[in-house]
């Protein structure tokens, strides 16, 4: 017998218990059916999950997902500080307000439907200063990172039999990224001017250095003496460093993040000189006791040297862009570019970097139309199809 429905009565009235013996062979009712109809349906339900090997026991759905969690973030430890920083954030600002209470098993795609729209309007519930309220509108990358944690979490639970579909995977409504806005290249000029504005020498060479090399700031602050090769005129990158809370991390770079790049003749004495009286393992930039921190404020050295030089507003980042537009401008193909900027693939650095080469195409066609013009019968193949060559 697939199980057995009795009715009991309550202070509400009659109600049916479906009897029936899960896949271990172990016994488990489940109480609480209003009408025999519903009874017979969950059991009828059950028998089939059963047979096709699809039976989730209701009591393993009942953990909550502020229960698994924590296990799911653990396995995130391993990626670098500044990764890992931004999913336990979204975790526990995001995630935990709205879901931790609910078990997995009662996750709806619907209600996660209705929490992207929430997310994305800054209605989401939000733990912020010790209270939870609502959060501000959410940027689509901040928005997906959220769903993604929950998303995650849920996968933990149907590999370990909880539930039996994940609802947070298939959603209709996440937002896209929007396309990048038009970048700031700056010109050797203006490269030159924005160094001659700041007046640190360590400050000073810095931007010249993320202007001509495309270094990320983390790998910037973290070269040491040794890393620099000056008769080659080389920069090994090797150890990124990030602040992460006030505090410096020195971390991996990924393989194809760990690379050897050219710096231009011109940065010898400036770089020579900031290694004076170090040794091989002493970091090359800093404040004279520390790393280098990233300037932000309205009021930092970098944002004072933009307005001294009559430049507009952009970020220490952007420079990267610069050394991206420079180098292409100077010849570099794609392969040199995703070289020299630590890129996975070539086909990153085009997607990012595509603007760059729009002149490539102008050139192609121009070296293409010398090359046939040139060619002794392309006017008579022409005049004899009844075209004019121009």
């Not at 639970?157 to 038009?182: V, Y």
């Not at 250095?209 to 620099?228: H, N």
């Not at 800093?286 to 001294?308: C, E, I, M, V």
């Not at 010849?331 to 729009?358: C, E, I, P, W």
Request: glycine share 8%.
């Amino acid at each position: 017998m697939a199980g057995t429905i009795t009715p009991y009565d309550t202070a509400a009235g009659k109600r049916y218990r479906v009897r029936y013996r899960k896949p271990d062979k172990t016994q488990t009712d489940k109480r609480g059916f209003r009408t025999k109809r519903d009874a017979e349906l969950f059991l009828a339900s059950v028998t089939v999950s059963k047979a096709t090997g699809q039976y989730v026991d209701p009591t393993a759905g009942r953990v909550t997902v502020a229960h698994l969690g924590p296990a799911w973030l653990a396995k995130k430890e391993g990626l670098k500080p500044s990764s890992f920083r931004p999913l336990d954030l979204a975790w526990r600002v995001y995630v935990l307000p709205k879901w931790g209470r609910v078990p997995v098993a009662d996750v709806k795609a619907s209600d996660v439907e209705a929490w992207i729209t929430q997310l994305g309007a800054g209605k989401a519930p939000a733990e912020r200063l010790g209270g939870r309220k609502n959060g501000k509108p959410l940027s689509a990358s901040s928005v997906l990172r959220a769903v993604g944690i929950l998303a995650g979490i849920l996968d933990d639970a149907k590999r370990d039999g909880r539930i039996h579909s994940n609802p947070a995977r298939g959603t209709e409504n996440l937002p896209k990224k929007t396309g990048k806005a038009h970048r700031r290249y700056l010109t050797d000029a203006e490269v030159m001017r924005l160094a001659g504005a700041i007046a640190d020498p360590t400050r000073s060479t810095l931007v010249v250095l993320l202007a001509y090399t495309g270094l990320r700031w983390s790998e910037a602050i973290g070269l040491r003496v040794r890393d620099l090769n000056m008769l080659r005129r080389r920069l090994h990158v090797r150890r990124p460093v990030v602040e992460i809370d006030g505090l410096f991390h020195e971390g991996e770079p990924k393989s194809w993040e760990r690379r050897t790049v050219a710096f231009p003749a011109f940065l010898d004495h400036a770089l020579a000189a900031l290694c004076i009286g170090k040794g091989p393992d002493d970091t090359v930039f800093t404040d004279g006791a520390n790393y280098l921190r990233q300037p932000h404020t309205s009021k930092s050295w970098f944002l004072t040297g933009l307005r001294a030089a009559g430049i507009e507003r952009l970020t220490p980042h952007d420079l990267r862009h610069t050394a991206a537009s420079l180098a292409v401008s100077a010849g570099a193909n794609v392969k040199v570019l995703q070289r020299m900027l630590g890129h996975k693939s070539a086909a990153m650095t085009l997607d990012t970097y595509a603007d760059l080469f729009d002149d490539d195409l102008d050139n192609v066609a121009a070296l293409l139309d010398a090359r046939a013009t040139s060619a002794a019968d392309v006017g008579k193949v022409w005049a004899d199809l009844g075209f004019r060559a121009s």
